[in-house]
Structure formats: C-alpha cells, structure tokens
C-alpha cells in the first residue's frame, strides 16, 4: 500500500466557533450539530426536528409515515461498489429504515453541470433505477435543473422519501435506556474510504468497496421477530462515533464502546493510518446500530443472522470478546456496546 509521490494531506482541528462556513459543518461530527443547533432549530424548531432522528414520523388520516430527504454531492461520481445514483437511492431508503418505515415513494432532484457528458448521466440513472427495484421503491416525482460550467461538481442529487410505518414502536434517539445493547451490522469505514482512498489516488494492495446497500431487509426481520427496538441509526457522515455520540445526548445517557469489538477491515485501518484518520468516524452507507433490551439481545441477533447469506456461526448474545461470525460485510454481529 503506497501514497502518490506528491501526496499531501492536511487535517487541521475545526474551528470551535466559526463566522463562515467551513467544510467540517457537512462532515456529521461535532461543528454539525453546532451548525444545526445555531442555525436550523432556532428557525425551524418543532417537536419532529427536536426527536433529531433520521426523518419525521407524521401522522396522517389515520396513518403513521415517515418522511425524510438527503442531498448527494460525492467526487468521484462512480467509485468501487456503487455511483452517486445508487447512493442517494440507498441513502434515502435508509433513513425511512431507521424510523421502522417501509420505503414507498421518493423523488428526484438533479442539479447538473453544464458539459456533463449525457452518457455519465444516463448511467446514473440507470443505476437509480436499479437501485429502486431491490429497494421495493419507485420515483414518483422530480426536477431538473442545469449550472454554469465550473459551478456544479459534475452532479448532485436530492432526494426524498416516504414511508409507511407499520409497526405501533416509536423508534428515535429519545426511546434509549440505561442498559440497552448495541448491535452493529458489519465492519466500518469501507464506504468513506472507498470514495475518499479513490479521490487521493492511493494505491492499494487490494480495492477497498463501498458498503453501499439498502437496510430494509434487516430493519423489518428485528420488527418482525417481535423485538422491542429503541433506536435505529445508520452510519453515514461521521461514522459509528458521531452517531453514537448524537444518540447519548439526545438520550442522556453514556454509551460505552468495546472498539476490540468492532470489526475494521484490514485495507480500511491501513489507509486509515495513512490519512491518519479514525475508522470509527468514517462514513458507511450500509451500515447501522440498533438499539434493543439486553434481554433481547441474542433473539435479534438470531433474527438477524437468519437472513439469506448472513454468518450463521453461533456465539453467545452480548459477549463483550468480539464480533460474531468472521469476514466483512456479510454478519450481523453483537458488538459489544453497552449503554450506562
């Protein structure tokens, strides 16, 4: 594993306090949340944005659904396992998920540049489309519109969505208690430093591919084995660590993590100490912690490892030694993360 020749990188701590925008505001992590606490729920606060989870539970005409939206703005725009298209699609899907919605509907805005080969952008489209099918989700509505050259970084997306929520739980940040279990879906960091390894030029013993994947699947397969889930989170911006930290004060509470618990693939912690960054703080896009009672642990464990090509070695629920199963990607394991 080597670095370019000229490779440089410099990661300078955020300023505390900011007068201007800085890149480390859309990173997830800590000036984030400043960010949102200074800015957006002065503005916009009411009880949906104060639950500070991945949508808005609504009730409407009888029914409960979920609602959210995303913007998508990753270079470059295709990357080992995935493209911006499949992102954002997944993305979306994603935070309906994590309310314990069904994903029905979504939109699609694209802001393009001008000179975007037509080529480039019917691939995403393609892949979008793709992307919908397995998701179960279709795109009902959209928007076009098109930059000047240089103002536009290739393409962007938005999108929202819509779901049903069929379960009578009310899964957000604000349901966790002392005691809870943590559950962690696979390893960490493979998205971001997909994206990030492929932007830089690394050159890497073997390619590190994104973890991009709908979590529809899992989600239902807890609710369905009747487990009582707090809290659902997946681990895009700011990875693991700043989702985790989000939960604890929104819940009040200290969540503890057994890091020897939480698998890292080998070429990920590599290029991480490169760029001497921390995997736990790196973006995934098919990845997320549930919250459930320690007694439910191995029951949603169980739950979890019944689905098709999932790790089904047995381990004992809520052993603190390490993750079930071995291999990324592909097993549901207890992690170890205890909430006090």
């Not at 939206?69 to 990753?74: E, G, H, L, Q």
């Not at 503890?256 to 960054?277: F, K, M, Q, T, Y």
């Not at 642990?297 to 790790?311: H, K, S």
């Not at 070695?313 to 603190?320: H, I, L, Q, T, Y």
Request: glycine content about 12%; overall charge negative; hydrophobic content about 45%.
């Amino acid at each position: 594993m080597t670095a370019p020749a000229e490779f440089s990188l410099q990661c300078p701590l955020p300023a505390a306090h900011s007068a201007v925008i800085l890149m480390a505001h859309g990173g997830g992590g800590r000036l984030t949340q400043q960010l949102l606490d200074r800015v957006f729920y002065p503005a916009f606060g009411n009880p949906y944005l104060q639950a500070r989870h991945d949508g808005a539970a609504l009730e409407v005409g009888g029914h409960r659904l979920a609602f959210t939206t995303d913007s998508f703005v990753v270079q470059p725009l295709f990357f080992p396992g995935g493209d911006i298209g499949k992102l954002a699609v997944c993305g979306t899907v994603n935070d309906l998920a994590m309310c314990g919605a069904r994903p029905r509907w979504l939109s699609a805005g694209f802001i393009i540049e001008e000179g975007l080969p037509i080529e480039t952008l019917d691939r995403v489209v393609t892949s979008m489309k793709t992307a919908a099918q397995a998701a179960g989700v279709i795109i009902v509505t959209g928007d076009t519109k098109v930059v000047d050259k240089g103002k536009g970084d290739g393409l962007f997306i938005n999108t929202a969505g819509i779901g049903l929520i069929e379960t009578s739980l009310r899964i957000d940040p604000g349901q966790v208690r002392p005691g809870d279990a943590i559950i962690l879906n696979g390893d960490v960091g493979r998205h971001g430093l997909a994206v990030l390894s492929l932007r830089q030029g690394l050159e890497l013993e073997t390619a590190i591919e994104s973890d991009c994947a709908p979590l529809i699947e899992p989600v239902h397969a807890l609710l369905a084995a009747g487990i009582e889930v707090r809290c659902l989170r997946d681990l895009t911006r700011g990875g693991l660590a700043s989702a985790v930290n989000e939960i604890a004060t929104v819940a009040g509470v200290d969540i503890e993590l057994d890091e020897a618990a939480i698998p890292v693939n080998p070429e990920v912690r590599g290029a991480s100490e490169i760029l001497g960054l921390d995997p736990l703080y790196i973006a995934n896009e098919g990845r997320f912690v549930a919250f459930v009672p320690p007694g439910q642990l191995a029951e949603a464990v169980a739950a979890l490892r019944a689905l098709p090509g999932v790790n089904r070695r047995s381990a004992s629920a809520g052993s603190r030694a390490g993750p079930v199963g071995s291999g990324y990607g592909a097993n549901w394991v207890s992690c170890g993360c205890w909430i006090s």
